[in-house]
């Protein structure tokens, strides 16, 4: 469990979680320990998130989203209303609370490497383009205001990048500097997921159809960065293809799916290069915060390696 968790969790807290969706606490199985604690309880996943790292209303502002996606058809876990037919249950006082969501339990399987193919690649494009177009018809509640993407928890990362002879963060500066001179134009620049990747999303077990999940970090930013984050993740995905080959591969077929939903110039695309390397910026300095307190495993030094390595290939693709 993360270490900024622990001062305020105990069993109960589990336990009344649960009364509120009649599970019984004793059969919660912990699928994940970071910055919240992720519980599968037969049919339903309930999602704990405490106070000091993400407000209520930041979450009710995401589950709004959510739900609006859900109701024009898009494949995403539900949310699930309370006994009490609400849609957060709050555990705690006013000061110092977990915020309890109930979500659907996907029936799926992760991908596999089988199924890591153009094919799917096109699938990721068509879910992408989808969000990307439905979204925009979303009317926000006038009482929300959704964060951008430098005003989002990980944003901050950026205060915790290696201070060496790699100048990390004036080359984050000098990335946030050129992208605040983006133009914002709402066919540009909306609510995106900004997380899509191969654990946040099953595929069905009959027709291997994506079913997306874990909005969490949803914020406003450039249709693009969402894309550049699909990208990334998509690299990650334990295969032994070449990068630099893997890449331009990956998009032709993801743009086949994402254009037969939605339209980005051309002159958006070439921005891509540069949102990858910003987030390699924001793993190098998120990654410490989520393993704070651990003994780094071999699996954890490999990947942070990974991040490293990354971010010289980038920045020399790039000439920066």
């Excluded at 995403?76 to 915020?99: C, H, K, M, P, W």
């Excluded at 005003?151 to 500066?173: C, G, V």
């Excluded at 159809?209 to 990208?231: G, H």
């Amino acid at each position: 469990m993360n270490e900024a968790l622990k001062p305020f969790y105990n069993e109960q807290v589990l336990k009344e979680a649960c009364q509120h969706y009649s599970l019984d606490s004793t059969t919660a199985q912990l699928l994940k320990a970071n910055f919240n604690l992720v519980y599968a309880c037969n049919d339903k996943i309930l999602r704990l998130s405490h106070s000091t790292i993400r407000p209520k209303e930041e979450i009710l502002m995401e589950l709004d989203w959510v739900m609006f996606l859900c109701d024009q058809g898009l494949p995403i876990a539900r949310v699930l209303l309370s006994d009490q037919q609400n849609i957060t249950e709050q555990i705690g006082d006013q000061t110092n609370y977990f915020t309890v969501v109930c979500f659907e339990k996907i029936i799926g399987t992760r991908v596999i490497e089988e199924q890591w193919t153009n094919t799917h690649f096109k699938k990721l494009g068509e879910i992408t383009g989808q969000l990307h177009r439905i979204g925009q018809t979303y009317q926000e509640r006038p009482d929300f205001s959704y964060q951008h993407w430098d005003e989002i928890p990980e944003y901050n990362s950026y205060k915790h990048l290696p201070t060496d002879d790699r100048n990390l963060l004036d080359l984050h500066d000098q990335l946030v500097e050129e992208f605040q001179s983006y133009p914002k134009t709402t066919e540009l620049y909306g609510l995106i997921h900004y997380d899509i990747h191969h654990g946040n999303y099953l595929l069905t077990e009959n027709d291997l159809r994506l079913i997306l999940f874990d909005f969490e970090m949803a914020s406003k930013s450039w249709y693009i960065n969402d894309v550049a984050t699909v990208l990334y993740y998509a690299c990650n995905f334990p295969t032994n293809e070449n990068l630099d080959e893997f890449e331009p591969r990956f998009l032709q077929h993801f743009w086949e799916g994402y254009e037969s939903e939605y339209q980005l110039p051309n002159s958006e695309k070439e921005k891509i290069p540069k949102f990858l390397l910003y987030r390699d910026l924001m793993l190098c300095g998120h990654l410490p915060l989520i393993w704070k307190g651990q003994t780094p495993t071999p699996s954890q030094i490999k990947y942070k390696n990974s991040v490293s390595e990354s971010i010289l290939r980038r920045r020399r693709n790039l000439g920066l």
